[in-house]
């Protein structure tokens, strides 16, 4: 089944603890992306990667780090959990490809990781 | 970056009944993208329409790429349609980030 993993689905952690989110897709998208939803806020991008070993900020990469060493993984890294970083966060791939008109690159979520940092 | 806005924010329907959801953005989006989140949390990929009409049982989607809007509807709803709703576009930019922009979402109740 082509899916978006992500590990863990709900993570209780204390501030300055480091942690890892682990992002997967089987689909061999070239497109991944990490979003951040919280309430009044919408959704907003952390990060992305256009391929392997290409990776960029998004809007609010501040506190994050990521990483893209192989195609079908990209792991978000909380070096130093703060309370501000509580929210629930989306990993999402694209296969970004040129189809006809425009490039072609339906995004598709993870479930979803909860984080809590007290 | 491009503006969002969708109506109406928040629904009500008795089961059965119909409705349209709406989409506007501020600028052109190649990449145009319904979702459900469910109670759960998920987003369920609804419908991905840059132009034109799509139909997928009970929901279909209409886009109209020249004048920035999309509609979903949704037909004979039951309680299991409730959720939020979100529409989301991409633009191919400058630098290649393909990074989708959200509405604040649709938050429809579907009563039995």
């Known amino acids: 089944e082509a899916q978006v993993t992500q590990n863990p689905r709900y993570l209780i952690t204390v501030t300055g603890k480091k942690l890892t989110v682990t992002c997967s897709q089987n689909m061999n998208h070239e497109y991944m992306s990490w979003y951040r939803q919280d309430p009044g806020l919408g959704l907003r991008q952390i990060y992305y990667?256009?391929?392997?070993?290409?990776?960029d900020k998004g809007d609010v990469p501040e506190g994050y780090k990521v990483s893209r060493k192989e195609k079908r993984n990209f792991p978000l890294i909380l070096e130093s959990p703060s309370p501000n970083q509580t929210s629930l966060y989306f990993c999402?791939?694209?296969?970004?490809?040129?189809?006809?008109?425009?490039?072609?690159?339906?995004?598709?979520f993870g479930p979803g990781t909860r984080l809590t940092v007290l | 970056g491009i503006q969002v806005e969708q109506s109406p924010p928040d629904l009500i329907l008795q089961e059965g009944a119909n409705s349209t959801l709406r989409c506007n953005f501020s600028d052109s989006v190649n990449n145009l993208q319904w979702f459900h989140q469910n109670p759960w949390g998920q987003l369920i990929n609804l419908f991905y329409?840059?132009?034109g009409t799509k139909q997928n049982g009970r929901l279909s989607a209409t886009t109209v790429a020249t004048e920035r809007y999309s509609l979903l509807y949704i037909s004979s709803s039951q309680t299991t349609d409730s959720g939020v709703y979100f529409c989301a576009g991409s633009q191919n930019s400058g630098g290649s980030n393909y990074k989708l922009t959200f509405g604040k979402g649709t938050l429809l109740t579907v009563n039995p």
């Open positions: 329409i840059p132009s």
């Open positions: 990667s256009m391929n392997v070993e290409v990776t």
């Open positions: 999402a791939s694209s296969l970004n490809a040129n189809r006809g008109q425009g490039i072609y690159n339906e995004q598709f």
